[in-house]
């Protein structure tokens, strides 16, 4: 077995998968350690619904996907951030209409397109093993740029995150770093969702940030451990759909939740 | 100089007035408590104060070397902080976040400081603890010590013991008299806890849909409006 896994990292296309995986899975987790603080992570939800839509318009007039999804989910973001700071309550649902719309206009436009079957597979289940050249240049431009901000605005992401009035109050322009988070959610859904599908990429945004709540109580350790249940479950989740034959994107989540699961117990040794 | 004067301000969400024709001043030094019921716009003055509303009419400035950053701001506690992952430290650290410019870290300099407030609000031994494991009063302790990270001239308080018991809610109340007294800094509070209100404040803002009453405590308690909310119950 320990062979199976050496040869598994002679191939290119492995090599891809999991450099793309685990960037993405990487910068996913740190922003979403703030959407799940705010209790924002609805925003993930839909945005990877309104990304499938754009694929599949951008599939169908044969356009570059990401750079018809890009914007589309961008502005989706902010649009979906707006309603949310609104009224919590309301948000939810007007997030909810949002984001199952998008998904119905994807279908419809992909089975009106007709033929594109195959692609309409990929983009709600992954192609972990398809990633490109641009997929890995663009995911380590996102990567790079996620975690110079996130350390550069570290202290105030903090502060927004825990206390929006307190920080407003103290002149931190908070409006800004909830655009900013947003933005870059926005980004890191449309290039997760090419290797995770549109039904699963929220799963990275959510789950490593509750996992780690589950043992951690400090900020800080919320953020380091997200980021490294993060990048430990990609592997792992990748290794075993490699070893099992299993799809990609689905183990990947499942090792998310084992991972939960295994930081409940812990929490709950810890508490007793 | 007045540190805050406030001219017939009008306050309004969406072209409906919650308050107006509202009119005073506080000088450094001064206890000034903003009571009125539920509603009559308290939590929205203390909004505009700190710049986060902007008034529909009338002005407010700053003076005496304060301004609107400088505000010490308490926060009513919000339904995420309920369970949210961070240490005592973290959140008094985040009251230094609007000082001595922006780096990438907190700064030696920020972390003494944090350090002295935590010291000065009793709660150095927690400064490790999860703020969300913490009791009412504690928290209550720790937002204090982070509003005071923000602040060496006023507080800001929003209703700092909704929820607290009452032996909490007045070892509350002599601490931040204790701050205005011994360190001088000045202290504007809504609160609905009158008796308390009556023996530190040295100035009252009653409204109700306007400005009901401004002066000083001993005025307040002679006047009618005064008498009447106070219905002979906290009469000190
Ligand atoms: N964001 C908002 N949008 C619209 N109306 C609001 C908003 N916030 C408050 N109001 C309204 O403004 C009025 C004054 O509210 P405010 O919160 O200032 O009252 P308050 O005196 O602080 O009351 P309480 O004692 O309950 O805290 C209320 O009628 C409220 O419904
Ligand atoms: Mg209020």
């Known amino acids: ?272 | 100089m007045a540190q805050i004067r406030c001219t017939d301000l009008t306050l309004a969400y969406d072209g409906v007035t919650v308050a107006d024709g509202i009119d005073f001043t506080v000088n450094a030094g001064d206890y000034l408590c903003i009571v009125g019921e539920n509603g009559s716009g308290k939590s929205t003055l203390v909004r505009a104060l700190l710049g986060l509303k902007a008034p529909t009419s009338g002005s407010i400035t700053f003076g005496d070397g304060l301004t609107a950053k400088e505000i010490g701001y308490l926060p009513q506690q919000t339904e995420i902080q309920r369970d949210f992952p961070a240490s005592v430290r973290e959140v008094v650290l985040s009251g230094c976040i609007g000082r001595f410019g922006h780096s990438l870290f907190y700064t030696k300099l920020q972390k003494d400081l944090a350090a002295y407030h935590m010291e000065r609000m009793g709660i150095a031994d927690l400064a490790k603890k999860c703020y969300r494991e913490l009791s009412g009063g504690q928290q209550q302790r720790v937002r204090l010590a982070r509003a005071l990270c923000a602040t060496g001239k006023l507080l800001l308080l929003d209703e700092p013991t909704a929820g607290l018991d009452p032996i909490v809610s007045r070892e509350l109340y002599s601490l931040i008299e204790h701050l205005h007294k011994t360190e001088k800094i000045t202290v504007v509070m809504v609160s609905h806890d009158l008796e308390a209100v009556m023996h530190d404040a040295s100035h009252i803002l009653h409204l109700k849909k306007k400005q009901l009453f401004f002066g000083t405590r001993e005025e307040y308690l002679d006047s009618e409006i005064g008498k009447t909310f106070l219905g002979g119950a906290g009469n000190a």
Request: charged share 10%; with cysteine.
């Open chain 1, 1 to 272: 077995m320990l062979e199976m896994v050496f040869e598994m990292f002679t191939y290119p296309f492995m090599l891809r998968a999991l450099g793309v995986g685990v960037l993405v899975s990487l910068c996913a987790a740190l922003l979403g350690v703030s959407l799940v603080l705010k209790r924002y992570s609805m925003i993930g939800d839909g945005l990877s619904h309104v990304g499938f839509g754009a694929l599949a318009i951008a599939a169908v007039a044969n356009l570059s996907p990401l750079k018809v999804a890009i914007p589309i989910v961008v502005i989706a973001a902010f649009f979906l951030l707006r309603l949310s700071e609104n009224s919590r309550l309301k948000g939810d649902s007007a997030i909810a209409v949002i984001s199952t719309s998008a998904l119905a206009l994807g279908v419809l436009v992909i089975s009106v397109g007709g033929g594109v079957n195959t692609d309409l597979n990929s983009y709600m289940f992954g192609s972990i093993y398809a990633m490109s050249g641009e997929d890995v240049t663009l995911s380590l431009i996102l990567s790079a740029v996620v975690l110079f901000l996130f350390l550069l605005f570290y202290t105030r992401i903090f502060a927004v995150t825990f206390d929006e009035s307190f920080a407003r109050a103290s002149g931190v322009r908070v409006g800004l770093y909830n655009m900013l988070i947003a933005a870059l959610t926005a980004v890191t859904i449309v290039l997760g969702m090419r290797m995770m599908g549109a039904m699963l990429i929220s799963a990275l945004i959510i789950f490593p940030a509750l996992t780690s709540m589950r043992v951690f109580k400090t900020f800080r350790g919320v953020v380091i451990s997200s980021a490294a249940v993060a990048v430990i479950c990609f592997v792992v989740g990748i290794t075993l759909s490699y070893l099992l034959d299993a799809p990609g994107g689905a183990s990947v989540v499942l090792t998310n939740l084992a991972a939960m699961l295994l930081f409940s117990l812990i929490g709950m040794v810890r508490k007793s």
